[in-house]
């Protein structure tokens, strides 16, 4: 967290909102979050074209224009990591909305306070701002526009977005065997961008109980996991990401689909098809909930 949604709703409010924006001013409050750069790198950079924002999985990839050529910023927010983006002259928005399930859900972007570590100045007056409580996000600085030079993005499968169903499943057959479906699920380097939210979302939808063993799935099952997985992915992204605590999108503005999942963190409630009491368990070393009726 945040998966793949939760990154495409960041990006694609970054390229809404600050397409186009030249960054003149490389704030590093916060060292430990660079990853393989240092300050002096980024500041080296000089004012900087945003041209496209783009995404590989579960991370970011800003494409700029610099004095030194091209150069890609890789956002990965871990755990808690926050990009946002405010326009000149736009103020902060404090205080949030209680929706009707109970989770809160902000009205505007956060103000620079002790978690953010990285502050983007831009010639137009913005500013973008990266956030993460918990530390474990990282930024890389790429040469060049590809997707490939560092060991974080080499690694990765094709992104899940890039592919069709027919697609997905043909990658699942290649590469299921005796790990469980859910272990295939989170694997990056089968396909990037699915984490635990998804993976047992995806799992419910299909029918699919994530400890199966991936290699027992029939063909037909496979087929039904791969458009499960896509459509759950879709429906994140339509819902503008998950929130429970963190994640924002680039407007500072939490996601709703925590109003939407059907299983994840809901460990003890009926199941929303067959009114089982949903189970809680432990898969591929992650926290996992599935119902022992609707999922075999």
């Not at 103000?111 to 474990?136: I, K, N, W």
């Not at 299921?176 to 993976?199: E, F, W």
């Not at 939407?260 to 409630?269: I, S």
Request: proline share 3%.
């Amino acid at each position: 967290m945040p998966e793949l949604p939760e990154v495409e709703t960041v990006r694609r409010g970054l390229e809404r909102r600050a397409l186009g924006e030249v960054v003149v001013g490389w704030g590093v409050r916060h060292s430990g979050v660079l990853e393989d750069c240092t300050a002096e790198d980024l500041s080296a950079l000089g004012p900087s074209r945003l041209e496209r924002f783009e995404r590989l999985g579960k991370y970011l990839l800003i494409r700029m224009s610099c004095t030194s050529g091209e150069r890609t910023l890789v956002v990965h927010l871990g755990m808690s990591g926050q990009f946002t983006f405010r326009a000149s002259g736009e103020g902060l928005v404090e205080g949030f909305v209680r929706l009707a399930s109970g989770y809160r859900k902000s009205l505007g972007p956060h103000a620079v306070d002790a978690h953010t570590h990285v502050v983007l100045d831009c010639a137009s007056g913005g500013r973008f701002l990266y956030r993460d409580p918990r530390r474990f996000g990282r930024l890389l600085l790429v040469r060049g526009w590809g997707n490939s030079g560092h060991p974080r993005l080499d690694r990765l499968g094709p992104d899940a977005l890039s592919l069709d169903a027919a697609g997905l499943s043909r990658i699942f057959a290649l590469r299921s065997g005796a790990r469980s479906v859910k272990a295939l699920l989170l694997d990056q380097s089968v396909v990037a961008g699915v984490g635990n939210i998804y993976a047992d979302e995806a799992c419910f939808d299909a029918g699919i109980r994530p400890s199966v063993r991936s290699g027992r799935l029939s063909r037909i099952r496979r087929e039904t996991l791969a458009a499960c997985v896509l459509e759950a992915l879709g429906r994140g992204i339509r819902n503008s990401g998950t929130t429970f605590r963190d994640f924002v999108g680039a407007d500072g503005i939490e996601g709703a689909n925590a109003e939407d999942l059907r299983v994840y963190g809901r460990a003890g409630l009926p199941c929303v098809r067959c009114g089982t009491e949903l189970r809680a368990s432990v898969v591929a070393a992650r926290g996992t909930v599935h119902c022992p009726k609707c999922q075999d």
